[in-house]
């Protein structure tokens, strides 16, 4: 089953304490990307990937970092977590070239005290 | 930049009603247009989806035109019902990103 893969999906945890959340697709797609989602804010884009070692900042990368080491994951690393980025979070693939639709994950709630 | 405006909500409509949920984007080039939902408790999922002028995506009995002249991509369904509730994202495709409106909620009473 073609599907994105996110882990945490519940995560509560404490300013500073540095944290990874997991993303990985089996469809071979070249493009992966992280979203926040905020009410009244919407889906913001945080860092995008074109192919591997190739990342790119989006709208909100500050606080954020990404990697892209091999084409099926696409790890977002908060080094030092603060409240405000208290969210729920989306990573989506998509196939380069392809119709332009966005598989994305099931989303990871993030809570930081 | 590119960026998607959509009609704020909440939307609340009774089973039966007519949907529109208004949708414009910049005019930047031609872009793929797109309706995403998100039902609660999931992630996104398309919805439906028209690459050109004049086109019409469609699915689900929900339906949107591309409309270049007014650029517009607004979401319509004849007769809505209480599982269509749900948050409604409109997007466009640039060069590296899909481009989301804030989203709106749809509520549907019985």
Known sequence: EAQVTQNPRYLITVTGKKLTVTCSQNM?????SWYRQDPGLG???????MNVEV?????????YKVSRKEKRNFPLILESPSPNQ???????????????????????????? | GDSVTQMEGPVTLSEEAFLTINCTYT???Y????????YPGEGLQLLLKATKADDKGSNKGFEATYRKETTSFHLEKG???VSDSAVYFCARLGYSTLTFGKGTMLLVSP
Request: net charge negative; hydrophobic share 35%; aromatic share 16%.
């Open chain 1, 28 to 32: 071979n797609h070249e493009y992966m």
């Open chain 1, 43 to 49: 889906l913001r884009q945080i860092y995008y990937s």
């Open chain 1, 55 to 63: 990342t790119d900042k989006g709208d909100v990368p500050e606080g």
């Open chain 1, 86 to 113: 208290t969210s729920l979070y989306f990573c989506a693939s998509l196939q380069a070239g392809g119709t332009g639709e966005l598989f994305f994950g099931e989303g990871s709630r993030l809570t930081v005290l």
């Open chain 2, 27 to 29: 005019a930047t080039g």
């Open chain 2, 31 to 38: 872009p793929s247009l797109f309706w995403y939902v998100q």
């Open chain 2, 79 to 81: 007769s809505v019902q």
